[in-house]
Each structure stands twice: as structure tokens, then as C-alpha cells.
């Protein structure tokens, strides 16, 4: 590789250093390649390392590269392209469901999401968590938060019951029994988030990594009946919603 320096330019450094970089991975890397460490990398464009480093969190934002644990940063395939709107649109684990189920536990849920399900104040919910997997690698983690209320049918006690209803059948049948109501609507919002330790260490990645967040919210009896909040690995997702219509929700 030859030696590039960079000019005084009008946009931030490292922007302009960031540009640099994608056309030398264009150029001169192959998908999966791993880059030089960070100081050659400085030394070959004249920038500080906090320079260089923030132009390659912005490529990894991007999808251009991913940093892989116990191996380094490389350059990242293309995206792939993820429909997480449901056709039809259905109760998770429904027909066309590309989500596998992991696990599942009794929890007080996170304060936004309580705040969603207007649960009380250290009320607990039923948790399945779920995975979605792409040509066998890990791509998103969820975890579906049900309040007892919406399943009657789900002994509040359940993973106490072990070994009679071990955790994936907890899961199942909170599953099943989600889907003996009328779905009313969903929405969704999206943002983009930093890998949780959990989350990054089941997505294979490391803490702080890019992701995006899906919170879902499915309607039944005019409530929300359950929230699901799914993290995608932002440098190889790209998230699509399909054609299908959203059922408006009055309230």
C-alpha cells in the first residue's frame, strides 16, 4: 500500500478520512480481510488515532466494517436485507415467523417498556427471548415482554414449575396462548442503539457495537397486549418493512 496524506479540507478530518478509507476498501480489501492495527493505519494517512478511529466506528455504522472479537476489524459483506414486517401480520411465532425461540424467564420488565404495558411498579411479565438467524449466523436477539394479563393461561409461576414446564415450554405456551387473541394492530419504532453486553455477546459482537432497535407493540382488547424489543447488528442488517399495511390503533 502507498502512502496517502491527507489535505486540509473543510469537512471534519475525520469525514474526509472516512471517504479515504472507503475507497480503499473498494480498492484494495476483500470481503473478510482483516485491516492493519490502528497505528499503521495513522501513520499511512497523518492523523491522530482518535481521528481514525472515529472515521472507522462511522464505516462500521455504515455496514463497511465489522470489529470481530479476538480477531480485529474487517471489512464487512454486504448488508442483508431484513423484512420485519410479518406477511401476515400475526403474534410472534406465527406462520412466516423467522425467529427462533432461546429461552425464556419471569422479569420485571425495563421502565420503558413497563411504561408501554402500563405496568405497575415492580410488576414482573413473562420474557421469551428469541433469536434470528441468517445462513446460520446470529443476527438479531429479542426479547418478547407478555403481561400476565394478556395470558391468563400461563401460570405466573412458571419457570417454577420446572422440571414439569421447563423454560421452552414456558416459551411455547406463552406463545400459544398470545395467539388465542384478536391482533388488532402493531407498531413499531426504530433507533439506533450500542450493543448491551448480553445482546453483543449473543450477536457475537462487542459491547457498544452499533445495533438497531425495533420496539414493537401488539394491540388486542384496545391495550397493549406485549412489546417485543428486537436488536439488529447494524453492520450487516438492513432493515425493510414490506407493503403491508399497519392496522390503525385509536389511542
Not at 23 to 34: H, K, N, P, R, T
Not at 184 to 203: F, I, K, N, P
Request: charged content about 20%; aromatic content about 6%; some cysteine.
Amino acid at each position: 500500500m502507498g502512502t496517502t496524506q491527507l489535505e486540509t479540507v473543510p469537512e471534519p478530518k475525520y469525514w474526509h478520512l472516512k471517504t479515504v478509507l472507503s475507497e480503499a476498501l473498494d480498492s484494495e480489501f476483500a470481503v473478510g480481510e482483516i485491516l492493519p492495527n490502528e497505528r499503521e493505519l495513522a501513520a499511512r494517512f497523518g492523523v491522530a488515532r482518535a481521528t481514525l478511529r472515529q472515521a472507522l466506528e462511522q464505516l462500521e455504522l455504515e455496514g463497511r466494517l465489522q470489529r470481530r472479537r479476538g480477531v480485529g476489524t474487517t471489512v464487512a459483506p454486504p448488508r442483508v436485507g431484513l423484512d420485519i414486517v410479518p406477511a401476515p401480520q400475526s403474534w410472534p411465532g406465527g406462520p412466516g415467523d423467522a425467529w427462533q425461540t432461546e429461552g425464556y424467564e419471569r422479569l420485571a420488565p425495563p421502565a420503558a417498556v413497563a411504561g408501554l404495558l402500563a405496568a405497575a411498579d415492580g410488576a414482573t411479565v413473562h420474557a421469551v427471548r428469541r433469536t434470528r438467524y441468517t445462513q446460520g449466523q446470529p443476527v438479531a436477539t429479542e426479547v418478547l415482554y407478555v403481561p400476565a394479563g394478556s395470558v391468563p393461561g400461563v401460570p405466573a409461576d412458571a419457570p417454577q414449575e420446572a422440571p414439569a414446564l421447563p423454560d421452552g415450554a414456558a416459551a411455547a405456551r406463552v406463545l400459544r396462548e398470545l395467539h388465542r387473541l384478536d391482533l388488532e394492530g402493531q407498531d413499531r419504532a426504530v433507533e439506533l442503539g450500542s450493543a448491551r453486553a448480553e445482546d453483543a455477546r449473543l450477536l457475537d459482537r462487542l459491547p457498544g457495537a452499533p445495533v438497531l432497535v425495533v420496539t414493537t407493540r401488539y394491540f388486542s382488547g384496545g391495550r397493549t397486549a406485549a412489546v417485543a424489543v428486537s436488536t439488529y447488528r447494524a453492520d450487516t442488517c438492513r432493515l425493510t418493512f414490506g407493503a403491508h399495511d399497519v392496522l390503525p390503533v385509536a389511542g
